[in-house]
């Protein structure tokens, strides 16, 4: 692949500081694009204050640096990009693709939280959504292989804007995207099944569709995810190196005794001239 036509990102919600699910998500992602000698973004995803905690912000940079996993550019921070949000959102009212909501979920519990079709309401109080066609996207993931999804009957018209005003995840996350010329998605296999919507997010907005590869989740000793809500320990910057080989070693990558041996920033070199996402084995463990 030709240098600088790979363009990969890291995207962590600041709820909490890295733990080792995380790094081994930023890792993965960090080596396919160093693996393609690509550029790396972080962004950070704070589009919803009262989850965040207001230390991560500082916290995941520092712990990503002290881990050799440096990302080129300035970071970007959703809550900086409401000017392209609200653009995108002018950009599918003029052509009638989204509407108003003011549906709660007790009126959408008999549908099982689908929204199914445009309802009879007003600006005041609403959430912004997308309408969706009764039609099945597809794409071809880089472990877990052809993937589809019938929008309309497994999802529904999907929130952009939500009835508080904050943004929705699919609509930065497909914004955010695009306006970084992200080329390649690695991210955890819980949101697999967020990529049909996204793509046809992009679609609407005339956006190109980048190439998906989703790695398996961590799972602590009862099969959960990994994560804040279920206490999660923070990675420890003290054994970084050892972290990042117990990373490699879960992606099922090769750890030679010359990695072993190396320094970090050898470590990643090393690692990233071996990546083979191909001996990454699809697991559904840790979803619910």
Not at 79 to 85: I, K
Not at 245 to 272: C, H, Y
Request: glycine content about 6%; proline content about 6%; aromatic content about 8%.
């Amino acid at each position: 692949m030709p240098q600088n036509l790979y363009i990969g990102r890291f995207a962590p919600t600041p709820t909490g500081p890295l733990h080792f699910g995380s790094l081994v998500a930023a890792l993965a992602s960090y080596l396919d694009a160093k693996a393609n000698h690509g550029k790396w973004l972080l962004r950070i995803e704070d589009l919803d204050p009262p989850r965040e905690d207001p230390t991560a912000s500082t916290t995941i940079p520092k712990q990503l640096t002290d881990h050799g996993l440096i990302w080129d550019g300035d970071i970007v921070y959703q809550s900086q990009q409401s000017q392209a949000y609200e653009a995108a959102l002018n950009h599918l009212a003029e052509r009638h693709q989204t509407f108003f909501c003011q549906c709660s979920r007790k009126q959408l519990a008999p549908s099982q939280g689908r929204h199914l079709g445009a309802c009879d309401s007003t600006e005041e109080n609403a959430a912004i959504r997308l309408a969706v066609p009764n039609r099945v996207i597809t794409f071809k993931d880089g472990v877990y292989g052809t993937f589809e999804q019938n929008l309309l009957k497994e999802v529904g018209d999907q929130v952009l804007k939500r009835k508080d005003g904050l943004y929705a995840y699919q609509l930065a996350v497909v914004v955010d995207d695009y306006l970084s010329g992200v080329t390649h998605v690695v991210r955890g296999v819980d949101l697999l099944d967020n990529t049909p919507r996204q793509i046809y997010l992009m679609q609407c907005l005339g956006y190109p569709i980048p190439q998906y590869l989703h790695i398996p989740l961590v799972t602590n000793e009862q099969g959960q995810k990994l994560s804040k809500q279920n206490q999660a320990m923070a990675i420890d910057s003290q054994y970084a190196k050892a972290n990042l080989i117990k990373a490699l070693e879960f992606l099922q990558q090769p750890v030679t005794p010359a990695m072993r041996n190396a320094d970090i920033a050898s470590l990643l070199r090393l690692a990233s001239d071996q990546w083979q996402p191909k001996r990454i084995a699809p697991s559904k463990a840790g979803l619910i």
